[in-house]
């Protein structure tokens, strides 16, 4: 293993390439930290202190820019907007018979949608950029009432120097996608998702430090052995896979012999990845952003009983009912999320136009069948598997009074874990392309 990553650096080609990437990534957590025009920060670090862990969809975002949407800094939106635009994207490929067109076009195809999404992403930007500079000009970013520093956020309010702090957020948003590109350009790995993994990786170490501090060093030893095993399991179930084996007749192309190889199809028990875990996270939210902007005592001074009730079960991520609602929306967005990636009707028209057949099916339809069976079912305990471990962050803030950060659950693990066997996969594909020997043996 160690004379593997001691090839790795003696290697000029790769050594660059790793340089480069590690470059990238230390100018993304450098701006992390530089706060935007008209930000004052240390009333902002005032209300971080004070502030306890964050709920719903802001913890996901926060969680997803590395700690710098809370701080109001240059790269506050983090990689949220180009997220939010690929699956736009993904999506629209149902609804928009031109987008599917472009998919299926090829590479230049891909490079239309590409541009779609580079062009989406800048319009989230300006959308989500607005938000939070209107959020953090009324006082109620961090949700604390009493607190003077808290509610004068930004030195200047005036509409130009708010119209600025814009501007330079859509930017940050801009330059982070733009990085992403090169590193997959002239790095290793892709640079989105490595942005991603170094965003998460940065509030482990404060995660992990406030159970320690919260609780007893005892109970930090046992999260960390949880994580642990959390993280075997989540490598061992990404792994897994059902494959369905496919044989190809012969056929004659002028004067050569094509096809008769045995292949497989892979169909991974997590197919869909965290995009489920994104959409219930994010739909879970609207109800208690509804209750916030309804939440103003009415004249006898009286808050709505509809108001009391989600707060009292839908913001707080401990509650057994959000829990249980939380877990069924992720079943349903997963069923929902493979159905559009995975279309077995167009897998079985591809076999057959090039000969493909799986044994003992017949193709064409019989075989859009029996794709659609196998997935169907494959598909539920991927699905249970991943709402049991997007919970594992409610259960500890309700066990061991982690924040909604905790780092071994839900988004975090399983990008933490698919990341980082992705870039060793391509690390090892380069090595052996160069010493016939990989990273792992």
């Not at 809370?70 to 990689?79: C, E, P, R, T, Y």
């Not at 960390?224 to 496919?246: C, D, M, N, Y």
């Not at 982690?402 to 060793?424: C, D, R």
Request: aromatic content about 10%.
């Amino acid at each position: 293993m160690f004379s593997a990553i001691a090839r790795v650096f003696r290697t000029p080609d790769l050594r660059r390439k790793i340089g480069f990437t590690l470059g990238i990534i230390a100018i993304y957590r450098f701006g992390a930290h530089i706060p935007a025009p008209f930000v004052d920060f240390p009333n902002v670090k005032t209300c971080l202190d004070q502030s306890g862990s964050t709920e719903g969809l802001l913890s996901l975002v926060n969680l997803f820019s590395g700690g710098a949407l809370l701080q109001l800094s240059i790269f506050a939106l983090g990689v949220m907007p180009y997220i939010t635009g690929t699956i736009i994207v993904q999506l629209l490929r149902v609804v928009i018979p031109h987008f599917e067109t472009l998919y299926k076009e090829g590479q230049a195809g891909q490079a239309k949608l590409t541009q779609y999404t580079r062009y989406l992403t800048i319009a989230l930007a300006l959308l989500q950029s607005t938000t939070l500079v209107t959020v953090a000009r009324s006082g109620q970013l961090f949700g604390i009432t009493g607190v003077p520093e808290c509610q004068q956020l930004l030195t200047d309010e005036a509409w130009w120097a708010q119209l600025l702090m814009i501007v330079t957020l859509t930017a940050g948003t801009g330059l982070i996608m733009w990085m992403a590109e090169l590193v997959t350009e002239r790095g290793i790995g892709n640079g989105m998702s490595l942005l991603i993994f170094t965003s998460i990786a940065a509030t482990f170490p404060s995660a992990l430090w406030s159970i320690a501090v919260a609780r007893s060093f005892e109970i930090f030893l046992l999260v960390l052995a949880v994580g642990i095993a959390t993280v075997a399991l989540v490598v061992f179930v990404e792994q897994s896979q059902r494959r369905i084996p496919v044989q190809y007749a012969k056929r004659m192309v002028g004067r050569r012999t094509l096809g008769g190889s045995n292949t497989y199809i892979p169909i991974k028990v997590n197919m869909a990845g965290v995009v489920p875990v994104i959409f219930a996270s994010s739909l879970l939210y609207i109800p208690a952003l509804i209750a916030q902007f309804n939440a103003n005592p009415a004249a006898n001074g009286s808050v709505p009983g509809w108001v009391s009730w989600i707060q009292a079960n839908f913001v707080n991520g401990d509650h057994p009912l959000y829990m249980a609602v939380y877990f069924l929306l992720i079943i349903g967005f997963t069923y929902f999320y493979v159905a559009i990636t995975f279309n077995p009707v167009e897998v079985a028209d591809n076999m057959k136009k090039y000969g493909g057949f799986i044994p003992g099916i017949r193709a064409g339809r019989p075989t859009a069948e029996y794709l659609d069976y196998v997935l169907t079912r494959i598909t539920l305990p991927g699905s249970i598997y991943l709402g049991l471990i997007a919970l594992l962050p409610l259960l500890a803030l309700a066990t061991v009074g982690a924040n909604q950060n905790f780092p071994f659950g839900g988004a975090s693990i399983l990008i933490i874990v698919g990341v980082g066997l992705e870039t060793v996969k391509q690390i090892d594909a380069q090595l052996q392309q160069r010493h016939y020997e990989g990273l792992l043996r």
